[in-house]
């Protein structure tokens, strides 16, 4: 096969052949790959292509002339004409030596020659035509070669590897042409810059080339004879383990450019370039980089500086991790992971189909997506859209945290986690100042880094026990990083470069509001998970816990079987609380069981749990099931509260005293309950003669009100209706209903305020068998979020004002009891007492 192109024209001086045209000659050829022999040059040379080396055989068998000509891509095996730069080198083979992985040859360059057509068969075989120099007369020519000369004899006096001979023979050079070739082949050049010098015929370019190219070369061999003598004056006996390390750092001093084998501080300057960090944080980076770079190794902030360049080069810039905006599947999983919770997942969804609406806009018009073309037409760019920061809060055990992992799976994003319970210091938010030894950035930063995405999910658990001290506050550290309008250049102290939090989905958990910094709590979307209901906690038992602890106790379905009856059981009598937690390890205290009796009974093969076995498992209830008065009792009213395990009723008990008029609270009642306590008790003595007080009753008897369970502090205002329905009680002698139950804050007036906690008081009456409920008017509005089976069997009413609870509470009054037994309470006698007092007299 054969290859050509059109032959040069014919150059002044040159040789002709016919009609002006130049000789053609033709030669075997060798490719070079990274090397280049100029004319005038003696070089070794290495071939290990077969066809290169079929090609010096051939050469050596004629006259031991070939061509060779330099390779464009090094890496090619197999050229042709187009892959190989036009003007190559006629050398003449001095010697030749074939050995198993190829052959060895010296060969000395005699002429350009330029390349016109190659043939490729068992060698390669070349057409080409002379291309002799261009040689100007004069004395510009004359000093440029002087100059070249002078320039090459200080560099090698500079202390360059250049051979002797070659040394004598460009200073004996007198020829300009010869001298330029000659010149051009000192080894520190750069092989790009010799082929430029063999593919340049004019002989004055050649020159004026090779001028800067050897000043370079000069003063980098003088530099480095400098660098030398300096390093050997500053390195002392205990670092010469560091000699070339601190050889390497004087040399990018010197120079301001990296030479030499890859080493960490390329490694970092590579991954700086690489992260994708915006300009002037990538700026930072490179600066304190250099500076890195020019410390002595012994420099006490070495570590400091790395490690800082350290952490901007590990965040994640531009990295975005895939994410998943397919409703349905979502739906699923969620639904998957967790049992109920309609409220939290229809938000999740919400936000989700939003955003798969904007970036299906986007992709279907790229214009509409933020640009900088929006600011050349004088239009402000869209905003992206705004990440939810959702607060989930709810007592322990109720799935907060289970449910932010539930979310990232759905969104196919990674998740981290961040626990903010008993932080102090606002430092571990925003970070130390790199002044301070040991210092790194705040919990955010670190996370962001674990993350290894810009777009991960973030759960910041326990954010209602955020404490604050003199060290400062973290909740208002909190308040940049949570603001969807200040967090796209959340500013860490230890980093000082601002970072975008834009595209993270925060998500905190908190076991109460009230804790909760206002500020910071107006920037995040509340989303309250009340207590499960006995049915909700049965349905996860059924689904989620019982499973998930037979996996974990190597059992499989048909070893074991607990009932419906058995759960409940577990639910009422051994557990209390809103959450599943207790409920989980009574139900991994039943399944540790089951293996031992399995293994030391081999006939056994099944085991079923019922309600009666479950003495067997779990011992003897250790709960109280909450349940109303069985009967009507006069000073004793039913109230609701909410605790951090959620809903439960307390009782309100009142005593008349006679004597000294005053008002005695006992149970741990808190400021709050106490005054509205007082504020009861003025109500009743105004409006008392309406529900038959009499007029002097409270002006000649004491009232003692108790709130059972007083080792559990009680506070907050729901209790002034129980309150007051126990005062009206206890001073008319009319018994209050034991089947209802009441909640809701009193006045002066007798107004009745709204109360929260709706769901849990409402679970805690149902899970008792309240018949009635009464609750404020204001409070009809929480009963749309309120599960219809909560409301079964129990009728809920809404009241205004005492007036309508009295009514609604107070039996007709009792028969009058002796006076010398305190109105409001009752001594049973012990059975058999009055016997045994019989029989001992």
């Not at 032959?7 to 790959?33: C, M, N, T, W």
């Not at 560091?242 to 001093?253: D, G, P, V």
């Not at 790199?434 to 919990?443: D, E, F, K, V």
């Not at 929480?782 to 089976?789: G, H, R």
Request: hydrophobic share 40%.
């Amino acid at each position: 096969m054969t290859q050509s192109q059109e032959p040069a024209p014919s150059v002044s001086g040159s040789d002709s052949h016919g009609a002006g045209q130049p000789k053609i000659e033709s030669l075997p050829l060798v490719p070079l790959r990274d090397n280049v022999v100029l004319p005038h040059q003696l070089a070794p040379l290495g071939a290990g292509r077969e066809r290169s080396v079929a090609s010096l055989e051939a050469a050596v068998a004629a006259e031991g002339k070939v061509v060779l000509a330099v390779q464009r891509q090094s890496e090619l095996d197999e050229v042709q004409l187009l892959d190989l730069y036009p003007v190559a080198t006629v050398a003449q083979i001095g010697a030749f030596r074939r050995g198993s992985a190829g052959a060895q040859v010296l060969v000395e360059g005699q002429r350009r020659v330029r390349l016109l057509e190659l043939e490729v068969g068992e060698t390669w075989t070349a057409k080409f035509a002379d291309l002799p120099d261009t040689e100007p007369v004069g004395t510009e020519i004359d000093a440029l070669a002087s100059s070249v000369r002078q320039l090459f004899a200080d560099y090698v006096a500079a202390g360059a590897s250049v051979a002797p001979e070659l040394a004598v023979a460009v200073a004996r050079a007198k020829e300009p042409g010869k001298v330029a070739d000659l010149s051009g082949t000192a080894p520190d050049l750069d092989p790009q810059d010799r082929v430029a010098l063999l593919q340049e015929p004019d002989v004055e370019r050649r020159l004026r080339g090779l001028v800067p190219l050897l000043a370079r070369q000069l003063e980098v061999a003088q530099l480095r004879s400098k660098i030398q003598q300096d390093v050997a004056q500053t390195i002392n006996q205990g670092q010469r383990e560091a000699i070339l390390r601190e050889q390497l750092k004087a040399i990018r001093k010197e120079l301001a450019e990296v030479g030499g084998e890859s080493t960490a501080e390329d490694d970092l300057r590579e991954r700086i370039e690489q992260a994708g960090m915006p300009e002037t944080v990538q700026s930072r980076a490179l600066k304190e980089l250099d500076r890195l770079e020019s410390m002595p190794s012994a420099s006490p902030e070495v570590g400091i500086v790395r490690t800082y360049v350290e952490w901007l080069a590990d965040l994640p810039w531009k990295e975005a991790g895939e994410e998943r905006v397919d409703i349905a599947e979502a739906q699923r999983i969620l639904d998957e992971d967790h049992y109920g919770l309609p409220k939290v997942k229809e938000r999740i969804l919400e936000w989700m189909a939003v955003r798969k609406r904007v970036l299906e806009r986007r992709a279907a018009s790229p214009e509409a997506a933020p640009r900088e073309a929006g600011k050349e037409e004088g239009q402000k760019p869209p905003r992206p859209l705004q990440t939810p920061i959702l607060c989930f809060v709810g007592p322990p055990g109720v799935g907060k945290t289970s449910l932010g992992r539930s979310i990232a799976r759905a969104l196919g994003r990674k998740l981290v986690r961040v626990s903010l319970g008993g932080i102090r210091d606002e430092a571990e938010i925003r970070g130390h100042r790199r002044t301070y030894i040991g210092a790194l950035p705040g919990r955010v930063i670190q996370a962001m880094k674990q993350a290894g995405t810009r777009n991960p999910v973030m759960m910041l658990d326990e954010i209602d026990k955020v404490g604050l001290d003199f060290r400062g506050d973290p909740s208002a550290a909190l308040l940049e990083v949570l603001d969807p309008e200040q967090n796209r250049e959340f500013s860490d102290h230890y980093l000082e470069v601002p970072y975008d939090l834009s595209q993270v989905l925060f998500i905190t958990t908190g076991n109460v509001i009230d804790t909760i910094s206002p500020p910071l709590r107006d920037r995040m979307e509340i989303i309250q998970i009340t207590g499960y209901t006995e049915e909700e906690k049965l349905g996860i038992a059924r689904q989620h816990l019982v499973p998930r602890q037979m996996e974990q106790h190597a059992l499989d379905d048909s070893e074991l079987r607990i009932t419906d009856e058995a759960l409940r059981s577990v639910i009422r009598d051994y557990t209390r609380e809103a959450g599943v937690r207790g409920l989980e390890r009574q139900l991994a205290q039943i399944m540790r069981k089951v293996p031992r009796r399995l293994v030391e009974n081999p006939e056994l093969k099944s085991v079923e749990v019922g309600a009666e076995q479950l003495i067997e498992y779990l011992g003897p209830a250790r709960f109280d099931h909450d349940s109303a008065e069985e009967r009507d009792r006069v000073g004793v009213a039913t109230g609701v509260v909410v605790s951090d395990v959620g809903g439960d009723l307390i009782t309100v008990e009142a005593l008349a005293i006679a004597g000294r008029p005053e008002l005695q609270l006992t149970g741990q009642i808190g400021d709050v309950m106490q005054e509205s306590a007082r504020a009861a008790l003025s109500w009743v003595r105004v409006h008392g003669a309406d529900y038959g007080v009499k007029p002097n009753f409270f002006d000649e008897n004491g009232v003692h009100v108790h709130v059972p369970a007083g080792a559990i502090p009680k506070e907050g205002p729901s209790a002034g209706v129980t309150l007051a329905t126990a005062l009206v009680s206890v001073a008319s002698d009319r018994p209050v209903r034991h089947d209802l139950a009441m909640t809701g804050e009193v006045t002066l007036r007798g107004r009745v305020l709204p109360i929260g906690g709706v769901k849990d008081k409402l679970l805690a009456a149902h899970r008792a068998g309240i018949k009635v409920f009464l609750l404020p008017e204001r409070n009809r509005r929480d009963l749309y979020e309120i599960d219809a089976s909560l409301l079964e069997g129990m009728e809920v009413v809404f009241v205004r004002d005492l007036a309508e609870v009295l009514d609604r509470a107070l039996m007709p009054a009792v028969e009058p009891r002796p006076q010398r037994r305190p109105v409001g309470f009752e001594i049973a006698p012990a059975p058999g007492l009055a016997a045994e007092v019989a029989a001992t007299n």
